[in-house]
């Protein structure tokens, strides 16, 4: 097993990679409070490793949610079926929620666990690659609205991070290349050696070799967790973390959730902020090629869709979380390994690159 730490003083907590790790209840004991203990899963998950989490859970009292699977269900009407489960069950502050599944059940059960009595523990197992490298890691809980993805949540940090390599021998092809944009992001934002490795072991990742996986998640979590140390509420350096997540919330919101997984649209994102940083002068055209490359070989679409205007591109982009002061504020690149947090761009520049890529036909849709 592989263990990490998030060092955020009394609010610190371990991230560990393994084989086999949800079926061990020495993986939770240390982390859960008390007996009580509510699993949030969803109809996908649920079927393949509930029963698995609760023989590990069964010296405690362990109840059971089970949400619709699917991006299109991250909202506040879905979120209601977790505090349902825990009103009608009379669970009390000392619950530990367990978030059993990907990135849209370990956001809501956090944003349940950070609402419900005003703050209860919970635990991220995450089974996607994409939860493994990313969301589960950090603190940030929420829903989407249909104006803006992750617009509504809050800052909540869990007990423990428990990523168990065997869940992703069940992963579609497809929702494995959604989680390795995610892991591409962090060789683009501060590890240049490490983009270099994914390079070199593209095809091995894509064959699931369990230790190549392993080792792209302890390298994604180990620069996540160095980010979130540093900025835990993002008031700074963590607004890296969402290199492409401007332009990829844009596709998410602007096609309908689900349409695109959030790592393809984070993807697309990814290319559109490398042109654009080229359009600037920021970075050479190479790069760009590598960047295009690496995620293309990764079976991920580094293309947008040309549905969107340029009017519905902006309008879409403007709802960010890192808008400050009215002023759009982008993650850009300045070379692989070097991302910065901008609003110093050549608005025209953003406005010819979203003109290159919306078909002529988008000028008056959407």
């Known amino acids: 097993m592989r263990r990490l730490q998030v060092d955020l003083g009394e609010r610190a907590y371990p991230i560990l990679i393994g084989s086999g790790l949800i079926a061990d209840s020495s993986s939770y004991e240390p982390y859960v409070r008390d007996r009580q203990v509510l699993v949030v899963s969803n109809d996908t998950v649920a079927p393949l490793y509930l029963s698995v989490v609760q023989r590990a859970l069964a010296n405690l009292s362990c109840s059971t949610v089970i949400l619709p699977d699917g991006e299109r269900h991250k909202d506040l009407g879905t979120l209601n079926r977790i505090f349902d489960t825990l009103l009608r069950e009379?669970?009390?502050?000392?619950?530990?929620?367990?978030?059993?599944?990907?990135?849209?059940?370990?956001?809501?059960?956090?944003?349940?666990?950070?609402?419900?009595?005003?703050?209860?523990?919970?635990?991220?197992?995450?089974?996607?690659?994409?939860?493994?490298?990313?969301?589960?890691?950090?603190?940030?809980?929420?829903?989407?609205h249909a104006l803006g993805k992750n617009m509504i949540g809050a800052f909540h940090q869990p007990r423990a991070v428990i990523a168990d390599t065997e869940t992703l021998s069940t992963l579609p092809d497809r929702e494995l290349a959604a989680g390795l944009a995610e892991v591409v992001k962090y060789g683009l934002i501060r590890d240049a050696a490490f983009f270099d490795w994914l390079e070199a072991n593209r095809e091995r990742l894509l064959a699931r070799d369990g230790d190549a996986l392993a080792e792209a998640i302890e390298r994604s979590c180990r620069n996540k967790a160095a980010v979130v140390a540093a900025d835990e509420r993002e008031s700074g350096q963590r607004a890296l973390l969402n290199l492409g997540h401007t332009f990829g919330h844009a596709i998410e919101a602007g096609l309908g959730y689900g349409e695109w997984l959030h790592g393809e649209a984070v993807a697309a994102g990814m290319v559109l902020a490398a042109e654009l940083s080229a359009r600037l002068g920021w970075l050479?055209?190479?790069?760009?090629?590598?960047?295009?490359?690496?995620?293309?070989?990764?079976?991920?679409?580094?293309?947008?869709?040309?549905?969107?205007?340029?009017?519905?591109?902006?309008?879409?982009?403007?709802?960010?979380?890192?808008?400050?002061?009215?002023?759009?504020?982008?993650?850009?690149l300045r070379g692989i390994g070097a991302a910065v947090v901008t609003a110093d761009f050549d608005p025209d520049a953003l406005r010819a690159l979203l003109a290159a890529v919306a078909a002529p036909k988008a000028s008056g849709m959407l």
Not at 97 to 121: H, K, N, S, T, W
């Open 90 to 144: 009379r669970l009390g502050r000392d619950v530990t929620l367990i978030a059993l599944g990907g990135g849209v059940v370990g956001d809501m059960a956090g944003f349940a666990a950070a609402c419900y009595q005003r703050g209860v523990d919970f635990i991220q197992v995450p089974t996607t690659l994409l939860a493994q490298v990313d969301s589960s890691v950090g603190g940030k809980t929420g829903v989407n």
């Open 284 to 332: 050479a055209a190479a790069e760009v090629a590598r960047t295009r490359d690496l995620l293309a070989g990764f079976g991920l679409p580094v293309d947008p869709p040309t549905s969107l205007s340029v009017e519905r591109w902006l309008a879409l982009m403007a709802v960010d979380k890192k808008v400050q002061g009215g002023r759009l504020r982008l993650v850009l």
